[in-house]
């Protein structure tokens, strides 16, 4: 057990320090697709447990339990789809530039397949501020200027969320388990996977970044913020549950508002990218129902984990579809399955989107009053609003793109794209099956069916009826993060007066307390 959990990650880091060697780069480079096959084949055959590594990090605990199979699964199959896309589209790594990308790449690996495995609050940390800091090297692939304002937007933001998961576990760690570390680590987390509204950072990444960088960043990457609300807020739970109608408004306003943002983009990769945030406000209004009760945790969060796999690897496969080749040998059937899969996406009567849904209405008695009338109303919504947004998409993909020049930029074979394609539409109702087979065969009662059929035809009309008004208008990607940037680059620090004994400084803050907020820190038992 505990050499297996240890493969998991260590297989990628061995590749990463390959990279690193001219004799050895290419060789590596080859092995791209294959290096998550021991986490894929640990989800599928591993024994539940866990294992302490005393000698590392002070006691590193990885374990595998039901929740992390599923999550572990789904994210190896991604990896090593991306990998196939990758080595498909010609990736050298003659350059410094090329092999600083799979470097990164698969320092990214590690830390995502070893967020999946840990159970503690200092492996956790560990992996996901490796995953962060690598995926930086996934977006910023040039020197654009588009390019470097997204890396630097996100490298902000990432720093901020691990700061602020490192304060949590802290005050986790210390038995204090109040409302400030529950702050810390549902924003923290949250950020990973674009919570309202420190979201700005995704849709610029996720439209500049390759293709399969994308599907990473958009299918796998945000799950790491994910499974640790599910791992780790549970023990601040109290507090949760006082909050859990403010953290069902938060999602259905993302869900909503993403859809609306992304449906006047015009890169279609940009508009997945706000797809990605509307679905994961579903997915935190879901956590929010999860924390309203101690009786509503074991019986929702089975659904939380279908609709990440779900959201996973039907994503991933659109963002590999958008840098898929066309022209090549099986290309003709990528747009057309593009639409099946946005369908999918959006819940479509007998999807694993629409079984989620089902599966969340029927808790919704069990709720307090205003979260059942908010739900009642928006879950139907986020369906009309995502089906409005991906008719966008998939109207803006109706002619195929040139092949454009970058790291990871080329276009691919079909192979990889309709391979992911095939598991994505598979394994959920396989996942759906296997957690509540009452909800799967309800799926597929009459009542059902109309439930989930007329918010996406609703959607649909309205794409039709709006289609000129989404050409005129605009709303530039990043949406809130322009007015911020407008903000810092005309606001004027104050200047102090010069006297003789003091230099000119410019301070865009006053001088802080730093003894007295020492002095305040070491109160606490456990201080970081």
Known sequence: MSVVLLTVVLVPLVLAIAVCSGRTCQWAARLLPYASWPALLTAVFGAEGSVVYSP???????GLDELGRIFLGFTALVWTAAGFHLRSAGLPVSSFVERRFVFCYLLAMVGNLGVMLAFGGPGFYLFFALLSLAGYGLIVTDREPQTRRAGRIYVILALFSELMILAGFIFLAAGRSGPFPAVLLFFGLGI?????????????AHGIAPPPASALL??????????GWLRFLPETAPVLAEWSVAIIALGMAAAVLAALVGAVQTNPKMMLAYSSISQMGIFTAGFGMAVASPSLWPLLVPALALFACQHALVKAALFLGVGTDRAARSGGWVWP???????????????????VKLWFDGYLSTLPAVAGELLAVALPLTTVTSTLLMSRFVWALRKPRSSAEGVGRGLASPVPFLGLTGLALLIPWLLAWSLNPEVFLLAFAGASLWKTLWPMLVGAATALLLARWAVRWRIPPGDIVVPLEWLAHHLKPPVLPVSEHRPRHRYWFPPMPWPQMEAYLRRSPVTG
């Not at 919570?195 to 849709?203: D, F």
Request: charged share 5%; aromatic share 4%; no cysteine.
């Open 218 to 227: 958009s299918g796998v990457l945000l799950k790491a913020g994910a499974i």
């Open 56 to 62: 590392i990090l002070f006691g590193l605990l990885l």
């Open 337 to 355: 399955v593009l639409g099946l899969l946005s369908l999918a996406l959006v819940g479509a009567p007998m999807t694993a989107a629409a079984m």
């Open 192 to 204: 990973k996977h674009g919570v309202l509204p420190l979201h700005m950072w995704l849709p610029l």
